[in-house]
């Protein structure tokens, strides 16, 4: 590998986008604690909280567009830049996050979703 990538190396995708990238059958990673993915989430999303990845964490196995999220974007996108130096190629953080989702009404548990907005400290 050339060179350690960073966050600004990071590609985004936004929420729009992202929902057609998973009717297209590609991957979302959920970077979020097990609680915090618990509260609600993204359906088909594979839950690997951040904090918790070691080295055999970062080879998933993926040969196609992973995008990434957290609750608000900052673990997606350093998430994003450690599976970019790991050797994947084409990786993209959600822009905004779970939040961004809920937001866009993309949830389909609205009682869940409510609960959310109100219990997440990252939300305005």
């Known amino acids: 590998m050339d060179s ?3 966050n600004e190396d990071v590609s985004h995708v936004d929420v729009i986008t992202a929902k057609d990238l998973l009717s297209s059958c590609h991957t979302y990673l959920d970077v979020r604690t097990v ?3 618990n509260k609600g989430h993204i359906d088909k999303a594979i839950n690997i909280p951040y904090m918790f990845l070691t080295e055999q964490g970062l ?3 993926f040969t196609f567009i992973i995008f990434v999220g957290c609750n608000s974007g900052g673990r997606g996108l350093r998430a994003c ?3 970019i130096n ?3 190629k084409d990786v993209r953080n959600l822009e905004g996050g779970y939040s961004a989702w809920v937001d866009n009404e993309f949830k389909g548990d609205d009682k869940a ?3 959310f907005k109100t219990a997440c400290k990252f939300r305005p």
């Open 35 to 37: 609680e915090e993915y």
């Open 113 to 115: 979703a409510q609960q």
């Open 4 to 6: 350690t990538k960073s």
């Open 59 to 61: 080879f998933l196995g």
């Open 86 to 88: 790991a050797g994947y």
């Open 81 to 83: 830049a450690d599976l």
